[in-house]
């Protein structure tokens, strides 16, 4: 059975940071593109950050841009989402997802549950 299973969310107050991990079972995803994605109450999915297959090009939305970073571990399957600085509009439930080249992240199969992640004010 392929999962992606996100950890590391939680509740923190404003300025202060989390590190968020998507572990991946059933399946190497090393020839996948990854990607962070959030979902605020009453609002639509939005794209947070990605990552190539190879690690080597990372993608950021505007409000990402600066404080959070995304990283992959191909030894241990992992993808993570260092976030620093956070504000409360980040707070949402957040998604990792993985697809192969040229198909969009909402059509690929592969999306974790999501975690949550609250600031504070």
């Known amino acids: 059975q392929v999962q992606l299973v996100e950890s590391g969310g939680g509740l923190v107050q404003a300025g202060g940071s989390l590190r968020l991990s998507c572990a991946a079972s059933?399946?190497?995803?090393?020839?996948?593109?990854m990607a962070w994605f959030r979902q605020a109450p009453g609002k639509e999915r939005e794209f947070v950050a990605a990552v190539s297959w190879t690690g080597g090009h990372t993608y950021y939305a505007d409000a990402a841009k600066g404080r959070f970073t995304i990283s992959r571990d191909h030894a241990t399957n992992t993808l993570y989402l260092q976030m620093n600085s956070l504000k409360t509009e980040d707070t949402a439930v957040y998604y990792c997802?993985?697809?192969?080249?040229?198909?969009?992240?909402?059509?690929?199969?592969?999306w974790g549950q999501g975690t949550q992640v609250t600031v504070s004010s």
């Open positions: 059933g399946r190497s995803f090393s020839d996948y593109g």
């Open positions: 997802v993985a697809a192969p080249a040229e198909t969009s992240w909402f059509k690929s199969d592969y």
